[in-house]
């Protein structure tokens, strides 16, 4: 195992990170959050590519079906008002490597776009330049605002960083050079980007400025010395909230967790000898809520802890779900010392755990937890993880309770499956009806390109859907019993997963517009410029094509307002001039002229969601304890939705069956069957948990309800917990005011807290497995940067503005 994980630790910096099937950074713990395709707001696009061979895991397959996708051709009228619309930038004079683009506010139209140069660091304060450049119609033009900020370099790694939501505010960070040293330096905007106020600041940045998720004039950093710097005045006056700190995230309300070490103490964080500290009043005082910590991550509504509980012994996972007041172990079966964990994704329901499988294999096992975070169940077996710290474990959010992921099988082969009620049970893919496998393929399955084809360059985007869009999916797959390395073609579906359609032919880079009532696709070829875009107004089932420029430009990626609501979309490339000189294009082509006609009544449908077509089945639809009917849109209904269109459902609650429960704590399902049955291992054994402090004996008859689940009667298996009157290892230190207190009294309260620990580590007792205590590694809870708003720069990695993490798991890892 130690190859891989090395690779991982690489990526990850053995930090506690949180993963984003989306977006994930402008700041940091979009790595947490559902994927949730193009509500980003920054996007990369770059000259710079690179060539990789393709993984031989990957089936290689070059022979091709003969395709042919539906086209229709393209009105005069309709080419004359596209004509119209369609507006060409030219940033003259300007060859940067890459583009940065960011939207600024909800709604706005307002983009701001850096372009950057890829200059030694050493050019950086003597000849380091930059240009900015602001739109105010949704990209259709933009000026040059360089002289706004003085002309000053801003630097690329920390970009444009976006506040939340209205706000308008926007971040430039920059350094500067006088009197022989560096200073750090902002840019601060809160009018969308018209003016821009210089502060410099007290100490030089270490990363991104982080935003308070629903304040941004709060705003946290650490220092390239490890200080926590904090401004309640959004930048112009900083303060010091703390020294020696290794990470820090907001929690709920203005709850500040961060992780720091005690002052002259040298890699405490390898040694796992990190305080973990909180704040509830911006840093006036302090609460130390764990110790002996390697790494932390605040998830959803759940507060995780790396802790080394004993000397020599290793790390085990702790939760928190009332932030911080105490903490439960998480109860993760069959955990080795060499396994990693990584949260692939959380709400304030249930967890997706993935556990590492033992040695050098790039697998593991995906286990849910229950509603407090800390009991988990298998879920999926051989669950692919890359040697590159990635997984195609990918949220499908146009449709409730749906997840699409590939296995690694035995013998090699990479495979999708899918589950339709939040990892409960999960199948392999139903091949499209109008595609065609091989006479010599046994199982004929479609396969979806995820994460894992893209930092190959197999794919150039992950699976997309939206909210607004209603079982709406786009993906690049292909057929056969397994993945292919041949150049994956486009997929639809209009029903969340469960049925496909071959679309188009080849990778392209995609977008939804309109709530899903226009989709827009440009084919992605790196040796082939390219001058048109294709559109659907029939969720792909046929495309008109449009020549939106007669001078071929090299495609960089698509770029459109985060969300689904717009009916701009942006194409961004560049041109290689006669004297070898690169001039960076986008044309932004609005199709609000294309489709005048609001959409009526008549235009809609009920749709019955997760529906098998059994019209004699009561339980038809049924998913996670209701049915939902949704009101969508009609494929022969051309017309607009338009940005106040909001999805319409009626909910209705079905009656509990097996399906709406998980496998417990030591059970399991054989495949395609619903009974829970218990694991020959746990026969005969009493299980424990410890909740809140106490021991409680856990009886069940091997069922628990899918958090979330919201059926009534029918089923009803018997569980419960049972206090048994022990105390045992859920843990809180007790508050420190800041300035701390004398040294005697704090080192006496440190002796003290330790003593008691010991003790209370002696006493405590988790679930028992064969006699023992199991034992978990915590090598990294991370997030996969599964982005697909990084259209240009496949290696890119843009940060969200939650938190900052700098632990390091390396003592541990090989």
């Not at 690694?408 to 496998?437: F, H, Q, T």
């Not at 696709?521 to 659907?536: L, P, Q, T």
């Not at 569980?719 to 006496?748: D, H």
Request: hydrophobic share 30%; with cysteine; charged share 25%.
């Amino acid at each position: 195992m130690v190859s891989f994980l090395k690779s991982v630790e690489k990526m990850t910096s053995g930090h506690l990170v949180l993963t984003l099937c989306c977006c994930i950074f402008a700041g940091v713990s979009a790595e947490f959050s559902g994927f949730a395709p193009h509500s980003c707001r920054t996007q990369t696009f770059s000259r710079t590519r690179t060539n990789r061979e393709i993984n031989p895991r990957f089936k290689r397959d070059v022979s091709t079906e003969g395709f042919t996708p539906c086209f229709s051709s393209l009105e005069a009228a309709d080419l004359k008002k596209l004509k119209q619309n369609t507006h060409e930038t030219k940033f003259l004079d300007d060859d940067g490597s890459s583009f940065i683009l960011s939207w600024v506010g909800d709604g706005t139209g307002v983009i701001l776009v850096l372009s950057t140069y890829n200059i030694p660091i050493d050019w950086f304060f003597e000849q380091g330049s930059s240009h900015l450049y602001r739109s105010e119609d949704s990209g259709k033009t933009f000026s040059d605002i360089s002289h706004v900020i003085n002309n000053t370099y801003i630097r690329k790694e920390f970009g444009i960083n976006v506040g939340p939501g209205h706000s308008q505010r926007v971040i430039l960070t920059a350094d500067t050079s006088g009197d022989g040293e560096k200073r750090g330096v902002i840019f601060t905007s809160g009018d969308s980007g018209i003016s821009f106020q210089e502060t410099t600041l007290p100490f030089h940045p270490g990363q991104v400025i982080s935003y308070h998720p629903s304040n941004p004039d709060y705003l946290l950093v650490t220092s390239t010395d490890k200080t926590l710097w904090l401004s309640v005045d959004f930048g112009q006056n900083w303060r010091k909230v703390h020294a020696n700190v290794h990470s820090f995230s907001w929690g709920a309300g203005i709850t500040l967790f961060f992780s720091t070490s005690p002052k002259g103490t040298v890699d405490a964080d390898r040694r796992g000898e990190l305080f973990l500290k909180r704040t509830e009043d911006l840093g006036k005082t302090f609460t130390t809520v764990s110790k002996n910590i390697f790494s932390f991550g605040y998830i959803g509504s759940f507060l995780f802890t790396s802790v080394v509980e004993k000397p020599g012994k290793p790390r085990v996972i702790y939760v928190s779900s009332n932030q911080g007041d105490s903490f439960n172990q998480a109860q993760l079966p069959s955990a080795t010392l060499e396994q990693f964990y990584s949260v692939l994704e959380a709400d304030a329901e249930m967890i997706f755990m993935h556990v590492d499988e033992p040695g050098d294999t790039n697998f593991g096992t995906v286990y849910t937890s229950d509603d407090s975070g800390i009991v988990f169940s298998k879920s999926l077996e051989r669950h692919l993880f890359s040697p590159e710290g990635k997984s195609d474990f990918t949220n499908i959010t146009s449709l409730r309770g749906v997840y699409l992921t590939n296995v690694l099988e035995k013998d090699g082969r990479i495979r999708s499956v899918i589950s339709y009620d939040r990892g409960g049970e999960w199948r392999l893919l139903n091949k499209p009806e109008n595609v065609k496998c091989e006479a010599s393929v046994k199982e004929c399955n479609l396969h979806i390109h995820g994460e894992y084809s893209r930092i190959q360059d197999l794919a150039p985007l992950i699976p997309l859907s939206d909210p607004s869009a209603t079982g709406l999916v786009i993906a690049h797959g292909s057929v056969g019993d397994s993945i292919k390395s041949a150049r994956p073609d486009i997929y639809i579906s209009d029903d969340g997963g469960y049925s496909w359609m071959r679309t188009l032919k080849g990778p392209h880079h995609y977008a939804i517009l309109d709530s899903g009532g226009l989709i827009v696709a440009v084919e992605f070829n790196i040796d082939k410029a390219i001058k048109s875009i294709k559109f659907s107004t029939d969720e792909g089932q046929c495309w008109k094509s449009y020549d939106f420029t007669q001078q071929p430009v090299t495609f960089a990626g698509l770029a459109s307002e985060p969300g689904t609501k717009t009916m701009n979309i942006s194409v961004w490339g560049y041109r290689t001039e006669e004297d070898s000189k690169v001039t960076w294009v986008s044309v932004t082509i609005d199709f609000e002229e294309l489709l005048t006609r609001d959409c009526e009544d008549k235009d809609y449908v009920l749709w019955l969601a997760h529906s098998s077509n059994e019209e004699s089945s009561d339980n038809d639809g049924c998913v996670l304890g209701y049915k939902e009917r949704f009101r969508r849109l009609k494929k022969l209904s051309v017309c607009r939705n338009g940005r106040d269109y909001i999805v319409s459902k009626e909910e209705t609650p079905c009656p509990c069956t097996r399906h709406d429960y998980l496998c417990d704590y030591g059970y399991y399902r054989h495949e395609n069957s619903s009974e829970c049955i218990e694991q020959p291992a746990f026969e005969n054994h009493t299980l424990e948990l410890c909740l809140n402090g106490q021991e409680e004996l856990l009886q069940t008859s091997g069922y628990r309800k899918v958090p979330g689940d919201k059926c009534e009667g029918g089923f009803t298996p018997q569980r419960k917990e049972k206090n048994i009157n022990k105390q045992c290892g859920a843990f809180s230190q007790a508050s420190e005011s800041k300035p701390e207190t004398t040294i005697v009294t704090a080192l006496t309260i440190t002796i003290m807290i330790v003593a008691l620990s010991a003790a209370v580590f002696l006493i405590v007792r988790k679930y028992v497995f064969g006699g023992r205590i199991l034992a978990y590694r915590f090598s990294a809870l991370q997030q996969q940067d599964d982005d697909p708003c990084i259209t240009g720069n496949l290696n890119n990695v843009v940060s969200n503005g939650r938190g900052f993490h700098d632990d390091s798991d390396e003592d541990l890892i090989g």
